[in-house]
């Protein structure tokens, strides 16, 4: 059975989709894999084609609140917010056991400039996102390992 993980930023329209894909993508086969919002947004375009530039095409994913998952009563395994630490601590209880982790980066929708700047600065998060994750894979994801 695989462990469900529950990724939680703020709007869940970059940080948090970023993870969910890379997670799919590194050891999807050992995890169900979630992502949501404080205060779902709209998907960020830049996120998208920062995304796609490295053949991952999340353009049709939707953004989800956090609560809905609480109120479904699904059981995470872990519960990782990638939002900063003021807003993490918003984030819900959840039942059962979980293990609550905390990674932070910089908000994509923050990010001051041209387009070619904030696309800049959009791949540095989503490059930070994926060596995070395999990381953490090499830990926790059995298959990741013996891949490394």
Same mark, same amino acid.
């Given at each position: /059975?695989? *462990?469900?993980?529950?990724?939680?930023?703020?709007?869940?329209?970059?940080?948090? @989709? /970023?993870?969910?894909?890379?997670?799919?993508?590194?050891?999807?086969?050992?995890?169900?894999?979630?992502?949501?919002?404080?205060?779902?947004? *709209?998907?960020?375009?830049?996120?998208?084609?920062?995304?796609?530039?490295?053949?991952?095409?999340?353009? =049709?994913?939707?953004?989800?609140?956090?609560?809905?998952?609480?109120?479904?009563?699904? /059981?995470?395994?872990?519960?990782?917010?990638?939002?900063?630490?003021?807003?993490?601590? =918003?984030?819900?209880?959840?039942?059962?056991?979980? *293990?609550?982790?905390?990674?932070?980066?910089? $908000?994509?929708?923050?990010? @001051?400039?041209?387009?070619?700047? *904030?696309?800049?600065?959009?791949?540095?998060? =989503? $490059?930070?996102?994926?060596?995070?994750?395999? @990381?953490?894979?090499?830990?926790?994801?059995? /298959?990741?390992?013996? @891949?490394?």
């Amino acid at each position: /059975m695989r *462990k469900r993980v529950l990724f939680i930023c703020i709007h869940n329209s970059a940080r948090s @989709q /970023m993870a969910e894909a890379f997670l799919n993508q590194i050891c999807g086969d050992e995890f169900e894999v979630h992502s949501a919002g404080l205060e779902p947004g *709209k998907l960020n375009p830049t996120v998208v084609e920062a995304m796609r530039e490295i053949g991952i095409d999340i353009s =049709r994913n939707a953004t989800k609140g956090v609560f809905d998952f609480v109120k479904s009563g699904k /059981m995470f395994a872990y519960v990782i917010t990638v939002c900063d630490e003021t807003s993490a601590e =918003r984030c819900p209880i959840f039942p059962g056991v979980t *293990k609550r982790l905390h990674w932070g980066f910089p $908000d994509p929708s923050s990010f @001051q400039g041209s387009a070619e700047e *904030k696309l800049a600065k959009t791949r540095e998060v =989503r $490059d930070l996102i994926k060596a995070k994750i395999e @990381q953490w894979c090499r830990e926790v994801c059995p /298959m990741a390992a013996s @891949q490394t």
